[in-house]
């Protein structure tokens, strides 16, 4: 709160001030008052005026300066009462009610929000779960009658299974904390798992598959690093390249006792320099994503997402119609030791 300011919003009192002490002054030489009394009233009249301004300065400036401080200072800014405590003067007062006010219409209307918004996200993932059962049945269906049902049938299956997943991973991906539990896992498992998964993609288009290294333990969860690998492992397929024997290579490699990093390469081709910045952004799907392949970009944002939330290091480097290598580390947390 600025001094100055505060003097111009106190204008009119200050000008009425003046004219009642001019009027009071001709007052006195009026009736002929000793040069003294003038004085000791000018003097009375100004330090008692000053103090009153000085007074309401100090005691409003320390409260809308705890206020300015402590909004600044605040993620949720509409918070700002939980603050402060009630101010000393009536303004304050005033103002302090109607913020409350607004504060508590503002809380019940996010509430209702949030809990319309939980009550969609519930029903997503009911409605995900039942269409993953006639997903299932159909794909067993073209399994087990191959003569009958064309190929191509199965991969639309699958795809249509794999972008039913992905929403399911997206809804749970902003309370994803309430889902996994992190344990000691068998990192050979998991990667065996999302290769079966995608065998069928990988014989089709004739992918040379090499796995390496992978006889580790590592801290995730099963269920969130297979979703995240699956989806690193779509892009390489989906993306590869038609002009060379295409391969994709899965190893991992222990750095020192705390550290496995987990690459995932392939010589398909590659991403612009341009797009490498902003391909874990939503919905960014580069000039692959718009001249080549279809793309949603949602992929790899979900998954880096997910990557946050599980303490795992994403990181991806690539180099345009060479490859593309996406890198997963995984920390070793000293702590889970002691409490085995």
Same mark, same amino acid.
């Given at each position: 709160?600025?001094?100055?300011?505060?003097?111009?919003?106190k204008?009119?009192?200050?000008?009425?001030?003046?004219?009642?002490?001019?009027?009071?002054?001709?007052?006195?030489?009026?009736?002929?008052?000793?040069?003294?009394?003038?004085?000791?009233?000018t003097?009375?009249?100004?330090g008692?005026?000053?103090?009153i301004?000085?007074?309401?300065?100090? $005691?409003? %400036?320390?409260?809308y300066? &705890?206020?300015i401080?402590? !909004?600044?200072?605040?993620?949720?800014?509409? /918070? @700002? =009462?939980?603050?402060?405590?009630?101010?000393?003067?009536?303004?304050?007062?005033?103002?302090?009610?109607?913020?409350?006010?607004?504060?508590?219409?503002?809380?019940?209307?996010?509430?209702?929000?949030?809990?319309?918004?939980?009550?969609?996200?519930?029903?997503?993932?009911?409605?995900?779960h039942?269409?993953k059962?006639?997903?299932?049945?159909?794909?067993?269906?073209?399994?087990?009658?191959?003569?009958?049902?064309?190929?191509?049938?199965?991969?639309?299956?699958?795809?249509?299974?794999?972008?039913?997943?992905?929403?399911?991973?997206?809804?749970?991906?902003?309370?994803?904390?309430?889902?996994y539990?992190i344990?000691?896992?068998?990192l050979?498992?998991?990667?065996?798992?999302?290769?079966? $998964?995608n %065998?069928d993609?990988?014989? &089709?288009?004739?992918?040379? !598959?090499?796995?390496?290294?992978?006889?580790? /333990? @590592? =801290?995730?969860?099963?269920?969130?690093?297979?979703?995240?690998?699956?989806?690193?492992?779509?892009?390489?397929?989906?993306?590869?390249?038609?002009?060379?024997?295409?391969?994709i290579?899965?190893?991992?490699?222990?750095?020192?006792?705390?550290?496995?990093?987990l690459?995932?390469?392939?010589?398909?081709?590659?991403?612009?320099?341009?797009d490498?910045?902003?391909?874990?952004?939503?919905?960014?799907?580069?000039?692959?994503?718009?001249?080549?392949?279809?793309s949603?970009?949602?992929?790899?944002?979900?998954?880096?997402?997910?990557?946050?939330?599980?303490g795992?290091?994403l990181?991806?480097?690539?180099?345009?119609?060479?490859?593309?290598?996406?890198?997963?580390?995984?920390?070793?947390?000293?702590?889970?030791?002691?409490?085995?």
């Amino acid at each position: 709160m600025k001094f100055r300011k505060y003097l111009m919003d106190k204008g009119f009192s200050l000008v009425l001030w003046i004219i009642m002490y001019l009027i009071l002054l001709l007052l006195m030489f009026a009736f002929k008052t000793e040069g003294s009394m003038v004085v000791a009233v000018t003097v009375i009249m100004s330090g008692c005026g000053i103090s009153i301004l000085l007074i309401n300065f100090f $005691r409003k %400036k320390r409260f809308y300066d &705890e206020v300015i401080n402590n !909004l600044e200072q605040l993620d949720k800014k509409y /918070l @700002i =009462l939980e603050t402060v405590n009630m101010p000393e003067f009536y303004e304050g007062e005033l103002m302090y009610q109607f913020l409350y006010e607004i504060n508590k219409s503002m809380l019940e209307r996010i509430g209702e929000y949030e809990f319309s918004i939980n009550d969609f996200k519930d029903y997503v993932e009911m409605w995900i779960h039942e269409i993953k059962i006639p997903l299932s049945s159909l794909s067993l269906m073209a399994r087990n009658h191959r003569d009958t049902f064309d190929k191509r049938v199965n991969q639309q299956i699958k795809r249509l299974d794999d972008h039913v997943e992905q929403v399911l991973y997206y809804v749970r991906s902003e309370n994803a904390e309430k889902d996994y539990l992190i344990n000691e896992n068998s990192l050979n498992d998991i990667v065996s798992n999302v290769v079966m $998964r995608n %065998k069928d993609d990988l014989l &089709e288009k004739n992918i040379e !598959l090499t796995v390496s290294g992978v006889d580790k /333990l @590592i =801290l995730t969860d099963s269920k969130w690093l297979e979703f995240i690998l699956n989806q690193i492992i779509n892009n390489s397929v989906k993306y590869i390249n038609g002009t060379v024997q295409a391969c994709i290579r899965i190893q991992a490699r222990a750095e020192g006792t705390e550290k496995t990093v987990l690459t995932v390469y392939d010589n398909g081709i590659g991403i612009p320099e341009d797009d490498l910045k902003r391909v874990f952004e939503k919905s960014f799907t580069g000039k692959n994503g718009r001249t080549g392949v279809k793309s949603t970009g949602m992929g790899l944002y979900i998954a880096k997402k997910l990557c946050d939330k599980l303490g795992h290091g994403l990181m991806i480097e690539s180099r345009e119609q060479e490859y593309t290598k996406v890198s997963l580390v995984f920390m070793r947390n000293p702590y889970f030791d002691v409490l085995k």
